[in-house]
């Protein structure tokens, strides 16, 4: 059974550009976690998916940011007109339930650079 | 809003020791605590999950404690090996399903 798998797993983009990152969930996962992890700082949430629906975006940035789980697909996170401060690992989980005491399972992250 | 701290940044330890690292957390008091393991480059890999009526839980050289009055959870090693070296996160959900974690403690063991 393939774990949850992200990519691509490292990505360049100029400032202004686009970045574009897939996450694929554990076959049988139907909740998609996004976090990021800056330099020396620690994993922080980002937005929180099932199929279809945004149920928790407490953490995304209310700009340039957005995230999307179609029903066909892996679940997107797209981030336009990047900067340098975008440029960190970010990491998607998933699990099979949306409960509070289910572990989540996560994917090798893409890390991302701004030039 | 919940804060949780890893009181240490780094330890270092000789093989064979234990291990003991410590989470603090502010604020309200969750109903489960979660401990990760990540090593360099990869992604945060799930150890242990606690409740908050269970004081301590085990899986094979690992332990847990889940102190809800002091607000804290200690994780243990026992025996520790070189192989046990990468970084430990603390987490706990805040609101909903989503996770907050500690900054991690880096844990080095040295044969």
């Known amino acids: 059974n393939a774990g949850v798998m992200q990519n691509p797993r490292h990505l360049v983009r100029r400032r202004g550009q686009e970045a574009r990152l897939r996450c694929s969930p554990m076959?049988?996962?139907?909740?998609v976690y996004w976090y990021r992890q800056l330099p020396e700082e620690g994993l922080k949430f980002m937005v929180y998916?099932?199929?279809?629906?945004?149920?928790?975006e407490s953490g995304m940035p209310k700009e340039r940011f957005s995230a999307e789980f179609p029903k066909e697909g892996p679940s997107i996170l797209r981030i336009q007109q990047v900067v340098r401060g975008d440029s960190a690992a970010y990491f998607c989980?998933?699990?099979?339930?949306?409960?509070?005491?289910?572990?989540?399972?996560f994917g090798p992250g893409t890390r991302l650079t701004v030039t | 809003s919940q804060k949780i701290e890893q009181n240490s940044e780094a330890l270092n330890i000789q093989e064979g020791k234990t291990a003991t690292l410590t989470c603090n957390y502010t604020?309200?008091?969750?109903?489960?605590l979660q401990w990760y393991r990540q090593d360099p480059g990869r992604g945060p890999v799930f150890l242990l999950l606690?409740?908050?009526?269970?004081k301590e839980k085990r899986k094979e050289r690992l332990k847990v404690t889940f102190d809800t009055t002091l607000k804290q959870s200690l994780f243990h090693i026992t025996a520790s090996q070189p192989a046990d070296s990468a970084t430990y996160l603390c987490?706990?959900?805040?609101?909903?399903?989503?996770?907050?974690f500690g900054k991690g403690t880096t844990l080095s063991v040295s044969s």
């Open positions: 989980a998933s699990s099979p339930g949306g409960f509070r005491d289910t572990e989540q399972y």
């Open positions: 604020n309200y008091s969750p109903a489960y």
């Open positions: 998916l099932q199929k279809e629906n945004i149920i928790d």
């Open positions: 987490a706990l959900n805040q609101a909903g399903t989503a996770l907050i």
């Open positions: 076959k049988g996962h139907s909740h």
């Open positions: 606690i409740r908050e009526n269970e």
